[in-house]
T-cell receptor
Framework: ETGVTQTPRHLVMGMTNKKSLKCEQH?????MYWYKQSAKKPLELMFV???????ENNSVPSRFSPECPNSSHLFLHLHTLQPEDSALYLC????????????FGEGSRLTVL | QKEVEQNSGPLSVPEGAIASLNCTYS??????FFWYRQYSGKSPELIMS????GDKEDGRFTAQLNKASQYVSLLIRDSQPSDSATYLC?????????FGKGTMLLVSP
């Protein structure tokens, strides 16, 4: 059982739809991350939250809107997406500090038609 | 600009051989270093962490760190076809991990 849970695992949406990805961590960590990984491409950092505050936004288009209501939950709200946004979206949590590792969820596979 | 560099590969080795994966990083203040393995379509999983200069061994895996040279490597002994995956080097400065682009390893039977 993973300490980081992502839902849904698979999502298909049209370009005019609005949907959300959800991430929940059960590890008591203080930081949460969203990554995007397109097919056969490297990980792309999207957003970082520390203690519910956004500390990094890696020039992500506004059609992706993150929300972090508390240290255990992270959402990625999606609207007016493009087919090139189809990718694996990975959530990860981090305990904070300089020595901790990232714990990844299993990812949400998004397809935009 | 914090950077982590890896050769994208693929690195091809025969079964039973030693696979050597390398990573360099730009920030001398980096304090912790990780190797993740990622199978196609799956999320990365941690296989090794190292924090001080020298070698750290765990089963068939050995991580090597040289902070003076800003270099970290991963050796996989007795490589198996199931080791075929992309290996990601990650470097931690503060609370943000920076990943390299990964090296694809192919182990042929």
């Amino acid at each position: 059982e993973t300490g980081v849970t992502q839902t849904p695992r698979h999502l298909v949406m049209g370009m005019t739809n609005k949907k959300s990805l959800k991430c929940e961590q059960h590890l008591g960590h203080n930081a949460m991350y969203w990554y995007k990984q397109s097919a056969k491409k490297p990980l792309e950092l999207m957003f970082v939250y520390n203690f519910k505050e956004q500390t990094e936004n890696n020039s992500v288009p506004s059609r992706f809107s993150p929300e972090c209501p508390n240290s255990s939950h992270l959402f990625l709200h999606l609207h007016t997406l493009q087919p090139e946004d189809s990718a694996l979206y990975l959530c990860a949590s981090h305990p904070g500090g300089a020595t901790g590792e990232l714990f990844f969820g299993e990812g949400s596979r998004l397809t935009v038609l | 600009q914090k950077e982590v560099e890896q050769n994208s590969g693929p690195l091809s080795v025969p079964e039973g051989a030693i696979a050597s994966l390398n990573c360099t990083y730009s920030d001398r203040g980096s304090q912790s270093f990780f190797w993740y393995r990622q199978y196609s379509g799956k999320s990365p999983e941690l296989i090794m962490s190292i924090y001080s200069n020298g070698d750290k061994e765990d089963g068939r895996f050995t991580a090597q760190l040289n902070k003076a040279s800003q270099y970290v490597s991963l050796l996989i002994r007795d490589s198996q076809p199931s080791d075929s995956a992309t290996y990601l080097c990650a470097v931690n400065l503060g609370s943000t991990l920076t990943f390299g682009k990964g090296t694809m390893l192919l182990v042929s039977p």
